[in-house]
């Protein structure tokens, strides 16, 4: 069949959107019809290379849509069946699947190659030439093939063009401050960054009781959704010391926890939440670096001597198949804010247009309907 997809060519190039061709569904694969994806900042680490992948490929990763078709051997779901499309695929039978870390799940280690799990592709130009696949599902498509691994059914009754977003951004985001930084009841945490995980971050914080919930950004914007979404303080780092402010905020403590969601995370944005981040406590870092970043700018003598922790977060520390459910659970109950999150819907074709607003700082999230 055809199908209209934003496509990327090359490094610092724009998505060109056109009509290229999908396969069927192979075994342990389905056809989903798209009803909206979200554009993750992840997203564009492919067209600036911080995420090496080989093109052309179509992006997209955070969607949500419709089955239309399975292949052989697909009994998880079947046709009409509304799903998300998760960026990692969950085997559930790897170790780290049956161990509940199925954010780390086997298969995970193909959805930076571009073809799909038997090594070919099920996008192609018009010429024969083979289309890669974010993640394996390529969601800034009309129509998708991905392995069934990928997909969660959800109810026909709730609204896929929000719930996409709980494809990445929350659980991303959320997941990293319940789970991964294991927020407790009275504690401060910080956030530095607050994009479409970093806000979620801020949600789980408060969800979780925290007394201080302290958003760091150089867009004022961006902090006045975050006191919306629970932040207590917040602080422009264009201008002044976040970390001289969270001291003071914390009566020359730290934070219980900081959490790194910035949209490329350098040295020097782990090593200042590090120094927020008091004796026994911990940093985690949540945002995506470059490929070729081999360093973070922690002091080794003060990761000893203050018994600091410092550590990595894929996916919100999440257990997909388990707490996916629970989130949705979360918005349906109203302590989770979902609907909020979007600040503008575009259209397949404005996707260039979108990622310029993400750039720009205008959108904590934007999200493409699909007709």
Known sequence: MKTRAAVLYGLNEPFRVEEIELDDPKEGEVLVRLVATGLCHSDWHLVTGDIPMNFPVVGGHEGAGVVEKVGPGVTDVKP???????????????????????MLCDLGAHIAQ??????????????GEGIGQMCLLGTFSEWTVCPAASVIPVSKDLPLDKLCLVACGVPTGFGAAINRADVQPGETVAIFGIGGV??????????????????????????????????????????????????????????????VTVGVVTPEDVGTAFKATRKGGRTVVVGVAPADADHINVPPHELVLFQKEVLGCLFGTTNMRAELPKYIELYQSGMLKIDELITKTYTLDQINEAYQDMLEGRNIRGVIRYQ
Not at 81 to 100: M, Q
Request: proline share 2%.
């Open 80 to 102: 009409g069946d509304h799903v998300i499309l998760t960026f990692i695929p969950s085997c559930g039978k790897c170790r780290w699947c049956t161990s509940g870390l199925t």
């Open 114 to 127: 571009g073809q799909q799990l038997d090594g070919t592709f099920r996008m192609h130009t018009k010429d």
């Open 198 to 259: 970093g806000i979620n971050a801020v949600q789980g914080a408060a969800v979780k009781g925290a007394s201080k919930v302290i958003a760091v950004d150089p867009v004022d914007f961006k902090l006045e959704m975050a006191e919306e979404m629970g932040a207590t303080h917040t602080i422009n780092n264009s201008k002044e010391d976040a970390v001289a402010r969270i001291m003071e905020l914390t009566n020359g403590v730290g934070a219980d926890k900081a959490i």
